[in-house]
């Protein structure tokens, strides 16, 4: 498949139609008045990766990123990352994703918490990623690699666009010990928009792409218990009104089933790190 279908595909996965209708619809029935709506109060479906809200800030705390850096976030989805960094942190992000109607509801989620100012979003390939050398402080990836086929152009393009002495966060889902994944899984409906890697080989390619390891987790057995603890709690109360079942459409039981599935089986594995362009 070529490299510009496999993008267009991965846009067609993720996208959601009326999607914005249905987030503020599910805010209504939590009881979140759209007048007073925080960026933690969309935490349940802006933060589409394993561990929620709290894997955010848990990378966050590890990168040690200051306050006032202009970031990146790659594959950044609805911007749940991006506006906590912005309110945390002071940062000025830069969401890069795939899909266009992701950017399109994040841009309208980041006015409703007031954050235009601070949280932008642009359309486009994180291979070729349409901005200058050097233009970021920081670049942000939570569980965005495993739809990205070719690792040597994503880590170069990273390196690429950091600024010396600037630091890249990750917390990304990679190919465990067993083969192959069960699908559907939350990011790929069918394997041909799933190019799950090694850690060893996502390792190498890191390094070949010039960037230096500062720290380097593996949040697998940590992610089993996260994942387990939600579908308890999900099979027991059922879905909240807000939450990411509603980006993963019909197929979500499964997707969710899945996701454990390969968990427990050790046929994906979950990575925390920090680099850095020296």
């Given at each position: 498949?070529?490299?510009?279908e496999?993008?267009?595909?991965?846009d067609?996965?993720?996208?959601?139609?009326?999607?914005?209708?249905?987030?503020?619809?599910?805010?209504?029935?939590?009881?979140?008045s759209?007048?007073?709506?925080t960026?933690?109060?969309?935490?349940?479906?802006?933060?589409?990766?394993?561990?929620?809200?709290?894997?955010?800030?848990?990378?966050?705390?590890?990168?040690?990123l200051r306050?006032?850096?202009?970031?990146?976030?790659?594959?950044?989805?609805?911007?749940?990352?991006?506006?906590?960094?912005?309110?945390?942190?002071?940062?000025?992000?830069?969401?890069l994703?795939?899909?266009s109607?992701?950017?399109?509801?994040?841009?309208?989620?980041?006015g409703?918490?007031?954050?235009?100012?601070?949280?932008?979003?642009?359309?486009?390939?994180?291979?070729?990623?349409?901005?200058?050398?050097?233009?970021?402080?920081?670049?942000?990836?939570?569980?965005?690699?495993?739809?990205?086929?070719?690792?040597?152009?994503?880590?170069g393009e990273?390196?690429?666009v950091?600024?010396?002495?600037?630091?890249?966060?990750?917390?990304?889902?990679?190919a465990?010990a067993?083969?192959?994944?069960r699908?559907?899984?939350?990011?790929?409906g069918?394997e041909?928009?799933?190019?799950?890697?090694r850690?060893?080989?996502v390792?190498?390619?890191?390094?070949?792409?010039?960037?230096?390891e500062?720290?380097?987790?593996?949040l697998?057995?940590?992610?089993?218990?996260?994942?387990?603890?939600?579908?308890?709690?999900?099979?027991?109360?059922?879905?909240?009104?807000?939450?990411?079942?509603?980006?993963?459409?019909?197929?979500?039981?499964?997707?969710?089933?899945?996701?454990?599935?390969?968990?427990?089986?050790q046929?994906?594995?979950?990575?925390?790190?920090?680099?850095?362009?020296?």
């Open positions: 498949m070529a490299h510009a496999s993008v267009d595909n991965v067609a996965h993720y996208s959601v139609e009326a999607l914005d209708e249905a987030i503020l619809d599910a805010l209504g029935s939590s009881g979140k759209l007048d007073s709506v960026v933690e109060d969309l935490g349940p479906i802006d933060h589409f990766h394993i561990g929620g809200i709290e894997a955010t800030l848990d990378l966050l705390q590890l990168a040690g306050p006032g850096l202009e970031v990146l976030d790659v594959g950044g989805g609805l911007g749940g990352a991006a506006r906590l960094l912005a309110t945390r942190i002071e940062a000025n992000v830069t969401v994703d795939a899909t109607e992701y950017c399109r509801v994040g841009q309208r989620l980041t409703l918490v007031g954050l235009d100012d601070s949280v932008s979003f642009r359309h486009g390939d994180a291979c070729n990623m349409p901005f200058g050398e050097q233009s970021f402080d920081a670049v942000w990836m939570q569980h965005a690699n495993m739809n990205i086929e070719d690792k040597d152009a994503l880590f990273m390196h690429r950091l600024r010396p002495g600037g630091r890249a966060a990750m917390h990304e889902v990679m465990g067993t083969e192959p994944v699908f559907p899984v939350p990011w790929a069918r041909s928009i799933s190019f799950l890697a850690q060893d080989a390792r190498e390619v890191v390094a070949g792409a010039g960037l230096k500062v720290v380097w987790n593996d697998t057995e940590a992610a089993l218990q996260w994942w387990r603890q939600r579908l308890a709690t999900i099979a027991e109360h059922g879905p909240p009104p807000l939450g990411t079942h509603l980006l993963m459409g019909p197929e979500a039981p499964a997707k969710a089933a899945n996701l454990l599935h390969n968990l427990e089986e046929r994906i594995s979950i990575v925390q790190a920090v680099l850095e362009r020296p």
